[in-house]
């Protein structure tokens, strides 16, 4: 699978709901950049409604969604956090969490029921949600020794990009950001100026 230059998130947190069988299902949709972000907002929802019965979540992370992870929460196994999943995919986002709070309403809705319910309450959460695309950004480090400033500069600017010194390491270490598709050039002019000491830092 190649590795795209553009991804699909959501601009903020939206919600949305689903109801069957006196079951509420409430759906939370949260623009995130890292896993430990994900939990803490499940930490938090589950403080928030303590008296829901199960909390289930999915994420996605990854500008190509290579990084996948869901929770039944005490839900038969594969209800609930993996239809969750395949809403966020469905819509082809990714930089995201969404958490369904269900309060149980009395009578049992199946295995097919819950899955419908949780797959549901994700994409109401997500039609609430406004989606952006973003490109896919790499950051660099790069240290060249003086004399080659001005050229790391020129590279810099015939590129249109920024390049901000990274004194915590030292005067001649620099950091810029790249868009993907435009990264291997940009690499390859630097090391036609002779700057080669270039460390990939990782996407933002």
Not at 105 to 120: D, E
Request: some cysteine; proline content about 2%.
């Amino acid at each position: 699978m190649l590795f795209s230059d553009t991804y699909l998130t959501i601009e903020s947190n939206s919600q949305g709901e689903f109801k069957d069988k006196g079951s509420q299902f409430i759906g939370f949709a949260y623009a995130i950049k890292t896993e430990d972000e994900g939990k803490e907002i499940v930490k938090q929802l589950k403080k928030e409604h303590s008296q829901a019965n199960h909390h289930c979540w999915a994420m996605v992370l990854g500008a190509n969604k290579e990084f996948q992870k869901s929770s039944d929460d005490r839900e038969p196994a594969n209800t609930a956090g993996k239809p969750i999943l395949r809403a966020i995919l469905q819509k082809n986002l990714t930089y995201v969490l969404i958490v369904v709070v269900r309060y149980f309403g009395g009578k049992l809705l199946g295995v097919p029921g819950l899955i419908n319910a949780y797959h549901n309450a994700g994409i109401e959460a997500l039609t609430n949600a406004k989606i952006l695309e973003k490109q896919v950004i790499e950051q660099y480090e790069v240290e060249a020794e003086f004399i080659l400033h001005n050229h790391l500069y020129k590279v810099g600017k015939n590129n249109g990009i920024k390049l901000y010194p990274n004194n915590d390491i030292n005067t001649n270490s620099f950091i810029f950001e790249v868009r993907k598709s435009k990264a291997d050039e940009v690499l390859k002019q630097l090391n036609e100026a002779g700057i080669c000491q270039i460390k990939f830092k990782g996407i933002i």
